[in-house]
């Protein structure tokens, strides 16, 4: 698989490409501050793509002064998803937003397309272009009806929301263009006009391999962050100190009390569609641990699935057959895998970040150099 980007925007996502090196070098994650949540360690590329065969693929659409969006695509493994669907759950933390597919993924425990992240206007764009996608993959030329699972955060305020800029062609870029490699992180994809905790925030992902002695299982989380709070760093009160928080008697940025937040979680752990949604759930309780305030406009979203093959369900099977399912007491290992690699994950969402500049609004990169003084205060990171 490889990176679509450029035939959705010719001439100016060239021009983001070759800059974006530069950048990257630039904007540290977390663990390159000393920040390493929890007890589990990482896996290779502390990413959901370290769950083997998940893909994360990205098209970032900037136009003019005014567009500044994008889609994000998670695929569950490399084969037809349709025919060989995953076991999933959703968990929904606070329903102010739009999860299409979610009820029959309720329903039936399955996820039959990719994942698809995009701007809340957006979500209907996206469905279309994911039920085509679907249609059109060899083996499902019999297919009448197809459930796109697409979830969204609202990016009006940096984006020409009301424009309906997503394509169909961004959606298929993205899932196209997935790649099981480190995941791009920050002001890209989904995450392209989206802020967090009164900064730029965007997509940030870690993962954690459980020793063998607890199963060794990996799991993944991706985020795509546009909520607020009190951002809160290691247990270090960095939104207080540097005075960008929600709620503040003063005003000033960081003070609306906004947010949404779609988190994904993928494990190679064989569970159960139910404990799938104990497992979403742990996400969205991480985003506790970052200082979220779970506000009324919030959409907090997890979606959860395993890419083990003993739980997946093939189309139209309708004879019994024999499925391995990790029993409840051997959970509680992958609980806190999911809420040490959520905690992270939206760290990197917030570090990767860059500035972005658009529809008349600017929201700034967090500045490194005093979270790392304020950090290095309460006696956290290097």
């Given amino acids: ?48 793509t370290d769950v083997a065969g998940v893909a994360v693929g990205h098209a ?28 999933g759950a959703v968990f929904v933390g606070n329903a102010f937003g739009k999860l299409a597919g979610a009820t029959q993924v309720e329903e039936l425990g399955t996820i039959e397309t990719p994942i698809v992240l995009t701007s809340t206007l957006s979500v209907g764009t996206a469905v279309q272009a994911l039920v085509e996608y679907t249609l059109g993959r060899p083996g499902n030329e019999a297919v009448r009806s197809v459930n796109a699972l697409v979830g969204e955060t609202n990016d009006g305020g940096l984006n020409d929301i009301r424009g309906g800029h997503v394509r169909s062609e961004d959606v298929r870029a993205a899932i196209e263009g997935a790649g099981t490699g480190p995941v791009e992180e920050g002001s890209v994809g989904a ?26 299982w990996a799991l993944g989380v991706l985020v795509q962050t546009n909520f607020g709070g009190v951002l809160t760093i290691d247990g270090a009160p960095v939104g207080r100190e540097l005075g960008r928080y929600d709620f503040k008697p003063d005003g000033g940025p960081g003070t ?14 064989p569970l159960s569609a139910r404990d799938l949604k104990r497992l979403a759930a742990r996400a969205v309780f991480g985003l506790a641990r970052t200082g979220s305030s779970y506000s009324n406009g919030s959409g907090d979203y997890a979606i959860a699935f395993s890419t083990a093959t003993e739980a997946r369900v093939r189309h139209g099977e ?32 917030l570090l990767r970040a860059t500035t972005v500049t658009g529809n008349g609004q600017t929201a700034e990169a967090i500045p490194i150099d005093r979270v790392v003084e304020v950090l290095q205060r309460y006696g956290r990171g290097r």
């Fill in 318 to 349: 309708t004879v019994p057959r024999p499925r391995l399912v990790l029993p409840t007491e051997a959970l509680s290992p992958l609980f806190e895998a999911a809420l040490e690699a959520t905690e992270e994950a939206v760290y990197n969402s």
């Fill in 191 to 216: 995450g392209t006009g989206t802020r967090c905790f009164g900064w730029k925030g965007g997509i940030g992902s870690a993962s954690r391999k459980l020793p063998a002695a607890h199963g060794g």
């Fill in 60 to 87: 970032t659409r900037i136009e003019g002064d005014r567009v500044r969006t994008g889609v994000t695509a998670i695929v569950p493994h490399a084969g037809n998803v349709f025919q060989e669907k995953v076991a």
């Fill in 1 to 48: 698989m490889f990176d679509l980007r450029v035939k959705v925007l010719p001439v100016l996502a060239a021009s983001l490409v070759m800059a974006a090196p530069a950048g990257r070098q630039e904007r540290p994650r977390a663990r390159d501050l000393g920040i390493a949540p929890g007890v589990f360690p990482p896996g290779a590329l502390d990413a959901i």
């Fill in 256 to 269: 609306a009390g906004y947010g949404s937040c779609m988190i994904v979680v993928a494990t190679d752990a």
